[in-house]
């Protein structure tokens, strides 16, 4: 566990905290993460932030996030059959199914990983 620091205001201590402004949320993920634990998680929002652990946790939620990301990718264009062959031969239809495939896969992350 990480030491805190504390700062001392008229005779109290408070934690010294980093804001939220100064957190690495550079991803989509991480920025929909920060966002659903303001909205629906302030305590473990400020137990994170409290520890200096948030960066820590953002960077390994989208390390995973986006290597389910990738994975989920894949197994649709297999699914779905998108292909570098359609690619060639329709490159609109492609980019449509590219597309839905993006939609699909960032809504299952939202709701599986994202939202809970």
Same mark, same amino acid.
């Given at each position: 566990?990480?030491?805190?620091?504390?700062? !001392?205001?008229?005779?109290?201590? $408070?934690? *010294?905290?980093?804001?939220?402004? %100064? +957190?690495?949320?550079?991803?989509? $993920?991480?920025?929909?993460?920060?966002?659903?634990?303001? !909205? *629906?998680?302030?305590?473990?929002? $400020?137990?994170?932030?409290?520890?200096?652990?948030?960066?820590?946790?953002? %960077?390994? =939620?989208?390390?995973? =996030?986006?290597?389910?990301?990738?994975?989920? =990718? %894949?197994?649709?264009?297999?699914?779905?059959?998108?292909?570098? !062959?359609?690619?060639?031969?329709?490159?609109? %239809?492609? +980019?449509?199914?590219?597309?839905?495939?993006?939609? =699909? +896969?960032?809504?299952?992350?939202?709701?599986?990983?994202?939202?809970?």
């Amino acid at each position: 566990m990480k030491d805190i620091n504390y700062s !001392e205001v008229n005779d109290c201590l $408070f934690p *010294n905290l980093k804001g939220l402004e %100064e +957190v690495k949320a550079n991803s989509y $993920f991480a920025r929909m993460k920060i966002k659903y634990l303001k !909205e *629906n998680e302030q305590g473990h929002l $400020f137990s994170l932030m409290a520890k200096n652990e948030l960066s820590t946790y953002l %960077e390994q =939620v989208d390390k995973e =996030v986006n290597e389910m990301y990738d994975r989920l =990718v %894949e197994e649709y264009k297999t699914k779905w059959n998108v292909t570098e !062959e359609l690619k060639a031969h329709n490159q609109m %239809e492609w +980019v449509q199914q590219m597309n839905n495939i993006d939609n =699909v +896969v960032k809504e299952i992350i939202l709701k599986e990983y994202i939202y809970n």
